[in-house]
C-alpha cells in the first residue's frame, strides 16, 4: 500500500513524506521519476513540489541505484545535498528541487521499529509504559489525515500535542545537554 502524510516544518516549510514498500529491484531513477509524477486519487509529489516550500521525503524498504543515490539521506531530518542532484530530475521538476528532495533507503520494519522506540524514548520522551498507546494515537491521527477527516497539514503543535497527552515533551537542546541517564 502507500502512505503520505505531510509535516509542518517551520513557519512555510511542509515536508510531504511518502512511503513505498518495494520487494523487487532497487530504486532507479527512472522509477523515481515515475513514482514523483504518479498520482490519481492524491497530487503527485511533482505537483507538490510546484510549492518551493515544499519538501519531499521518500521513505523505502528498498535499496537506490545509480545517480539516484546522491538522493540519499541516513534520517529523516538530514537534508539532501544540492551539489550532485540528478541533471533529468531537473526536467520533471522544474521549480528549483535541488535540496527539496531525498530518499531515506533500506528502511526495514525492524530498523523502523528501533528508530521509532529510540525517538519516542530518548526525543519524546514517552514513558515506555505509555508508548504502545502513544503509537496507536498517532497512526490514527494519520490515517484520519488520509482519509480527509481531518485537515491534511500535520503541524508541529498538533504532533507535540499528541505526545504530551501521553506523557512526552520535547526537550530543548539545554535540556538535553544538562540530562544525565
Known amino acids: ?34 513514482l514523483l509524477k504518479h498520482g490519481k486519487r492524491r497530487a503527485s509529489a511533482k505537483d507538490h513540489l510546484a510549492d518551493p516550500d ?7 524498504n528498498a535499496d ?13 531530518e538530514e537534508q539532501p545535498g544540492k551539489k550532485n542532484f540528478p541533471a533529468s530530475l531537473r526536467k520533471t521538476l522544474p521549480d528549483d528541487p535541488e535540496g527539496r528532495v531525498a530518499i531515506f533507503s533500506t528502511l526495514t520494519p525492524k530498523l523502523l521499529e ?3 522506540a529510540h525517538i519516542l524514548t530518548d526525543i519524546l520522551r ?9 503509537l496507536t494515537a498517532l497512526r490514527d491521527e494519520a490515517k484520519a489525515r488520509m482519509r480527509g477527516t481531518s485537515p491534511g497539514v500535520w503541524t508541529y503543535n498538533d504532533l507535540l500535542g499528541t505526545i504530551r497527552t501521553h506523557g512526552g515533551f520535547l526537550a530543548s537542546v539545554a535540556e538535553l545537554d544538562a540530562f544525565v541517564e
Not at 515544499?54 to 523505502?60: A, D, G
Not at 537506490?64 to 529523516?76: E, H, I
Not at 514517552?126 to 502513544?134: I, L, P
Request: with cysteine; charged share 25%.
Open 1 to 34: 500500500g502507500h502512505i503520505e502524510t505531510r509535516a509542518q516544518l517551520g513557519d512555510a516549510t511542509r515536508l510531504v513524506i511518502q512511503v513505498k514498500l518495494r520487494s523487487g529491484e532497487p530504486w532507479s531513477l527512472a522509477a523515481f521519476e515515475r
Open 54 to 60: 515544499v519538501h519531499y521525503l521518500l521513505v523505502t
Open 64 to 76: 537506490v541505484s545509480g545517480v539516484a543515490r546522491s538522493l540519499l539521506v541516513k534520517d529523516f
Open 114 to 116: 528501533y528508530e521509532i
Open 126 to 134: 514517552v514513558a515506555k509504559d505509555r508508548q504502545g498507546a502513544c
